[in-house]
Every structure is written in structure tokens, then in C-alpha cells.
């Protein structure tokens, strides 16, 4: 399971963009509406120039005490993140993302944002296949009986 791709665990995602003169307050709304928990922001070149999560929300914007209105993503993402290729393994990812202490990947392909895996994405995949082991555990037991 380990082996499996990022791309694989990617699924039919959609990015979540937004240009650096957005504010906190978009990025929370845009989130809260899509139902992500991260925005990559991105340059006037169309290039990956950071990323906006859900922490970066609390940790930078509500805990300091920022007006979310007047406080821009520049002001306040992740410059410049780490990011993994869309081929890499999904051992790769979460290896990179617990040494450098991150919850959210912005997975490259070409050059180009395709996704954004977050560590639940992984937990949720480890999930799905404990269930799906434990059901068929249960129908070979009742097989049996």
C-alpha cells in the first residue's frame, strides 16, 4: 500500500487557487466552500509561489490577533513549500512530510500543481484497506461456519 503513487491517492481532486493579494478571509471562505482545508497561491507567472492552510489560519491570522479582511496571503502562507512529484511514492510523501512537519503536499506534474495531499488523505487510504480486510475476515469466517 506504501507503494502506491501520490497520483493514485490524488483521485479526481481539484486545486484550490488563489493569487497572493487575496485575503485570509477569501482563503477561508474559498475553503470553507469547497470543503479543503488548504489554497495554493499562485504567482502572476501561473507558478506555485505558496500555500495557505487551515493551520497557517489559526497560527498566523486568528491567534495574532489579524484583521482576516486587511491581511493578505502574501503577508501570511507558506513561501515557497516543499512540494513532491505526482510518481513518488506515497512511503516518499509521508516520510517528507513528517521529517519536515507538514500536513499539506502540493503534488507537481510538468511543472504544474496537480493536488494537494494532505496526511489524511494517507490515513483515510490505511482506513479504507483495514475495512476492506476486516470485511473480508468476516466473510471468509462466516464461510466457515
Known amino acids: 500500500m506504501l507503494n502506491r503513487t501520490v497520483r493514485d491517492v490524488l483521485g479526481g481532486q481539484f486545486v484550490v487557487w488563489l493569487p497572493p493579494s487575496a485575503t485570509a478571509r477569501d482563503a477561508a471562505r474559498i475553503m470553507s466552500d469547497r470543503h479543503v482545508a488548504s489554497v495554493?497561491?499562485?504567482?502572476?507567472?501561473?507558478?506555485?509561489?505558496?500555500?495557505?492552510?487551515?493551520?497557517?489560519?489559526?497560527?498566523?491570522?486568528?491567534?495574532?490577533?489579524?484583521?482576516?479582511?486587511?491581511?493578505?496571503?502574501?503577508?501570511?502562507?507558506?513561501?515557497?513549500?516543499?512540494?513532491?512529484?505526482?510518481?513518488?511514492?506515497?512511503?516518499?510523501?509521508?516520510?517528507?512530510?513528517?521529517?519536515?512537519?507538514?500536513?499539506?503536499?502540493?503534488?507537481?506534474?510538468?511543472?504544474?500543481?496537480?493536488?494537494?495531499?494532505s496526511m489524511r488523505d494517507f490515513i483515510s487510504e490505511e482506513v479504507a484497506a483495514v475495512d476492506h480486510e476486516q470485511a473480508n475476515r468476516t466473510a471468509v469466517w462466516q464461510y466457515l461456519r
Not at 484583521?67 to 512540494?83: E, G
Not at 511514492?89 to 516520510?95: C, P
Open 40 to 117: 495554493v497561491v499562485e504567482g502572476d507567472d501561473g507558478h506555485l509561489v505558496g500555500i495557505f492552510t487551515e493551520r497557517d489560519m489559526l497560527d498566523r491570522v486568528v491567534a495574532p490577533g489579524r484583521d482576516a479582511d486587511n491581511t493578505t496571503l502574501s503577508d501570511v502562507m507558506t513561501p515557497h513549500p516543499l512540494t513532491i512529484a505526482a510518481d513518488s511514492t506515497v512511503a516518499h510523501a509521508i516520510n517528507e512530510m513528517k521529517d519536515c512537519g507538514l500536513r499539506h503536499l502540493p503534488v507537481m506534474e510538468g511543472g504544474a500543481v496537480i493536488g494537494v495531499v
